[in-house]
């Protein structure tokens, strides 16, 4: 593994220089830092709070420091390396076990500063951290990349990384106008008791390297009692209403179903959408076509969606109704 150096210069000015583990107590600040500088024009809303929540512990570095001691479970989630350069930290990765017990490991906030970008930092924290996948016993090593960073997938492509998969988020600055109401025979709303029909649905779409990473759980698609009232009162007090409808085959199986959260109140209409793959040419466009048409009664909210990549069907649709790609995240996975 790379090694922290030191400059030759008397004991009491030496300077670190090079790749040393992340330190929980005196680093966090300094990444916080170079994640806002890296990917400044990257961050959505989500990463934007991340962040902020980052800034906030690096400022209580001392507790942090201390709770890490009694519980290692900062450890566990800012486990990694950093480059430190010119008395600085310019460069950071984040390594962490994807689960307890599991030997797939996953590789996060490549980032290094703008003004030291070309000199093999990125390359030499990508090194580092395989050799410690590798040398935690790790088979696999996972990440995510936009697919427009050009420079990062060609790097991890020379890595031997290979593509399993991804992710695009579709988004409109306004609801589109849309008048008529597409023939969907069959289409009903459906209700917390038919989770079940769901998860089923929801795992067909699933390719094996996505289950292998990501394995769908039967509990994330539970209405929880709390989270109904919440709906209901919602509705009841006209700030948003979730729709959720589905289609079904003779056997009352799931071939495809539409949340639809519409909001009266300022903020974003969302749409998730899943299809069975062999009935998505068949179904996904008037499933849109039906959301946009539900949609016309609420105010002209911006629209987002999160789609998987092989949802060329739904993607065409929406982009033919002023949708745009705002964020594509791609996963690539190695052998160790």
């Known amino acids: 593994m790379a090694a922290m150096h030191v400059l030759a210069t008397p004991a009491n000015q030496r300077t670190e220089r090079g790749i040393r583990p992340f330190d929980l107590g005196r680093d966090l600040r300094g990444v916080a830092r170079l994640i806002a500088d890296?990917?400044?024009d990257e961050l959505d809303a989500q990463g934007e709070a991340a962040l902020r929540e980052l800034r906030i512990m690096g400022h209580m570095s001392g507790l942090v420091r201390?709770?890490?001691?009694?519980t290692g479970e900062f450890q566990d989630v800012f486990n990694g390396f950093v480059w430190i350069e010119d008395g600085k930290l310019v460069g950071n990765v984040t390594v962490q076990r994807a689960a307890s017990g599991s030997a797939r490991w996953q590789i996060a906030n490549v980032a290094v500063d703008p003004n030291y970008r070309g000199r093999g930092i990125s390359r030499s924290l990508m090194e580092t951290a395989l050799e410690y996948v590798s040398e935690m016993g790790g088979s696999w090593?996972?990440?995510?990349?936009?697919?427009?960073?050009?420079?990062?997938?060609?790097?991890?492509s020379r890595m031997r990384f290979e593509e399993?998969?991804?992710?695009?988020?579709?988004y409109a600055k306004r609801l589109p106008k849309f008048?008529?109401?597409?023939?969907?025979?069959?289409?009903?709303?459906?209700?917390?008791?038919?989770s079940t029909l769901l998860y089923d649905l929801v795992n067909s779409e699933q390719s094996a390297?996505?289950?292998?990473?990501?394995?769908?759980?039967?509990?994330d698609f539970d209405v929880p009692i709390e989270q109904g009232i919440g709906e209901w009162f919602s509705r009841l007090v006209g700030r948003d209403r979730v729709y959720r409808v589905?289609?079904?085959?003779?056997?009352?199986r799931f071939e495809a179903a539409v949340q639809l959260n519409a909001r009266r109140w300022q903020g974003e209409h969302s749409l998730q959408l899943w299809v069975r793959p062999e009935a998505q040419e068949?179904?996904?466009r008037n499933l849109i076509l039906w959301a946009l048409a539900t949609l016309q009664e609420y105010p002209i909210w911006p629209v987002v969606t999160s789609l998987g990549t092989s949802h060329t069907q739904a993607r065409s649709t929406l982009e033919e109704f002023g949708f745009q790609a705002r964020t594509t995240l791609l996963t690539l996975r190695r052998k160790i």
Do not use: C, K
């Open 209 to 219: 390297e996505s289950q292998w990473w990501r394995a769908v759980r039967r509990i």
């Open 246 to 252: 589905a289609l079904r085959d003779f056997t009352g």
């Open 38 to 40: 890296a990917f400044a």
């Open 164 to 170: 399993m998969g991804g992710s695009v988020e579709m």
């Open 66 to 70: 201390l709770l890490s001691r009694s």
């Open 179 to 194: 008048n008529d109401h597409p023939a969907l025979a069959g289409l009903a709303p459906f209700s917390a008791a038919d």
């Open 282 to 284: 068949r179904y996904e």
């Open 141 to 156: 090593a996972v990440l995510q990349v936009r697919e427009e960073n050009q420079i990062a997938r060609g790097l991890y």
